[in-house]
């Protein structure tokens, strides 16, 4: 029972960095992110090439960051950028393209068996010898670790800082906002850099659980974090991060609780309990009731 | 907007597909495989296309339809003495059944068609991304079911021994009632109440429109015209996966409707047939293609990345799709009645 909890648990912030790391640049550009896993599979590239070359731990970890960001603002300069005003599902195929894009140039690169990345090997150790905690891993306190401080610092920039007062503006009322003299690309890079931070943390997370890194990568949870975003409510970013972890939860209890014959079914269950959630409360689980559609007029 | 401007609309892409056919039937054998593969993904996006373009809402559910017609109608015409080896777990009336091919591609549409009306039922009440998703989580639950349930397909493994019988002709009939169609369907007072519920929702309602009713209507006709599209891609292909019918082919036929122009069946055909040639193209340049004299030669796995990059810069360049959403229509020059008359 407290396994499955843990367990939940760790799955849970995990999908809650992702969730906002989507949700930021959601918020900014109005725009669904499908390529954010390729954001992560290739910061996971990243730290599998530069571990197998030998490199020390700390520079592994800053050439992910590295890549992770500067591949985000790439994407932003040229592709978010030109479809600012484009309808969204323009901008939505769009992000499918580069998603696919490179997916294809890892495929390319490194094959499709992958490579193994070796880093911080010691976190996978469990925390206790035996005993109760046996099968906790520290990966998993890192995790839950880096998602409270994700979500704690988000909040108090969000809510303390005058570049978080611009970027909940931009989010509210995007036009009304420029207006206002909100720096609109300011904002917006910011966000992308920020959800590019993210995304690198969430690859060395992913890495450390599972090191063999291949060019699907990633692909199954952000497509779970999607949804999970939009059944939280994607036009706030708190509910938006708690929709990224509760789908975490509820996909982490139903592979650890359904009968072994039915595992496989995992996807169908989380997938069926997405449709019935939306029916009740197409604005998002966590929406309250005054929330207005996400769409712009 | 007259008759003959309309008729225009439906002429014109009647006669890209005999285009295509006609060089498709100029062309080798060896290449005649991509201009089949083109006409079937005018059927497919011709089907996504009734459903997106119509209302304006998104849906990444067609193709579990797709999927469906596709397995149903492979299913249904390996031979049973056939049938029992290669699928042992099949429920018994699956494993004894066996139908023709044009009654096999009659039942994906009926299947297709049933499938969606189910799901539309709760489901059309959702717009926007809630209705993206909510239609995503339909493929994912039917491709998961797909991939997994042994007594109603191949599970992990491959359909085979299906009979090719889609050839030239055949895809080009798929084509063209495809898109004759969605063109009666587009002009009917179905399909105008519905575009009015995609330019205005609310003001639709408040004249006694039922969005969702509408919705439902043309989900249904989508899910026809996909499971027909299915029908037709498995028995071009022989042999099919659920694999096959996921994320890629999602991707690839949303791709082919957001160029070519998501608001008119123009775009959707131009779409298809240019993403189409433009990746069999590409995947034929891997091995060395020539080209007016020069050999393009393309690294394996390459043609997916020139494929995206391409698509992004027509994107780019052109959000609103090559057509811009419009239908063809006859030249500024052509005589016309004066506008307003009776």
Not at chain 1, 187 to 207: D, E, F, H, K, R
Not at chain 2, 93 to 115: I, K
Not at chain 2, 154 to 178: F, K
Request: aromatic letters at 8%; glycine letters at 10%; a positive charge.
């Amino acid at each position: 029972m407290l396994q499955t909890a843990l367990n939940a648990l760790a799955l849970g912030s995990v999908y809650a960095l992702m969730a906002v790391g989507i949700g930021l640049v959601f918020g900014v550009l109005r725009l669904v992110n499908f390529a954010y896993g390729q954001l992560i599979m290739a910061g996971a590239f990243s730290l599998a090439v530069t571990s197998e070359q030998g490199w020390p731990d700390w520079a592994s970890l800053l050439t992910c960051f590295a890549v992770v960001i500067a591949l985000s603002l790439l994407m932003e300069v040229a592709v978010f950028r030109p479809l600012r005003n484009a309808p969204p599902a323009t901008m939505l195929v769009a992000t499918f393209a580069i998603a696919f894009l490179l997916q294809a140039v890892a495929l390319m690169k490194f094959g499709s068996l992958g490579k193994v990345a070796t880093i911080f090997p010691g976190l996978f150790d469990p925390v206790a010898d035996s005993g109760r905690f046996a099968t906790v891993r520290w990966v998993t306190i890192v995790a839950i670790t880096c998602g409270v401080v994700a979500v704690v610092g988000l909040t108090v920039m969000l809510e303390r800082t005058s570049v978080g007062l611009h970027m909940r503006a931009a989010a509210a009322d995007f036009r009304t906002a420029r207006l206002l003299g909100v720096n609109a690309n300011r904002v917006i890079t910011l966000a992308v850099v920020l959800s590019g931070v993210l995304a690198a943390a969430v690859s060395v997370i992913l890495v450390i659980q599972t090191p063999l890194v291949v060019p699907s990568f990633a692909l199954r949870d952000t497509i779970i974090v999607l949804v999970g975003v939009v059944v939280g409510g994607l036009d706030r970013l708190w509910t938006a991060t708690l929709g990224g972890f509760s789908i975490g939860v509820a996909t982490s209890i139903f592979t650890d609780k359904l009968p072994t014959d039915a595992t496989v079914y995992v996807d169908s269950f989380v997938f069926l309990a997405v449709i019935a959630v939306l029916l009740l409360r197409p604005n998002g689980l966590f929406a309250p009731a005054s929330a207005r559609p996400v769409e712009r007029a | 907007m007259n008759l003959a401007n309309r008729l225009v609309g439906l002429v014109v892409p009647l006669l890209l597909v005999l285009a295509v056919t006609g060089l498709g039937s100029l062309a080798s054998s060896s290449n005649e495989i991509y201009f089949l593969t083109a006409l079937v993904d005018v059927v497919i996006v011709v089907g996504l296309y009734v459903f997106v373009g119509n209302s304006g809402v998104l849906s990444f559910g067609q193709m579990s339809f797709v999927a469906v017609g596709a397995f149903a109608a492979g299913l249904l015409t390996i031979p049973p003495g056939v049938k029992r080896n290669i699928l042992p777990d099949l429920f018994p009336f699956l494993e004894r059944h066996s139908t023709g091919n044009l009654v096999s591609l009659l039942l994906a549409a009926a299947l297709g068609a049933v499938f969606a009306l189910l799901v539309g039922l709760p489901l059309m009440r959702l717009s926007g991304l809630a209705a993206g998703i909510a239609t995503f989580a339909v493929l994912g639950i039917t491709h998961n079911v797909l991939l997994y349930y042994e007594k109603i397909g191949p599970g992990p493994g491959t359909m085979t021994s299906i009979p090719e019988t889609t050839g030239l002709v055949q895809a080009m009939w798929g084509a063209l009632v495809a898109i004759l169609v969605a063109w009666l369907y587009q002009l009917s007072r179905q399909g105008r109440l519905l575009r009015a519920t995609r330019e205005d929702a609310a003001v639709a309602q408040a004249v006694g429109v039922s969005v969702h009713r509408q919705r439902l209507w043309a989900f249904g006709l989508s899910g026809a015209i996909c499971g027909f599209g299915g029908g037709l891609l498995v028995h071009q292909l022989g042999t099919i996966t659920a694999e096959q019918l996921y994320l890629e082919l999602t991707f690839l036929t949303l791709a082919m409707l957001v160029v070519g122009g998501t608001n008119s069946l123009l775009g959707a055909v131009v779409g298809a047939l240019l993403v189409s040639g433009l990746d069999s193209f590409l995947v034929n340049a891997e091995t060395g293609v020539h080209v007016l004299g020069l050999t393009v030669d393309v690294p394996t796995g390459a043609s997916t990345v020139v494929l995206g990059a391409l698509m992004a810069l027509i994107l780019v360049l052109r959000p609103s799709g090559i057509t811009g959403g419009r239908e063809a229509r006859l030249p500024r020059w052509w005589p016309r009645r004066a506008e307003g008359a009776p």
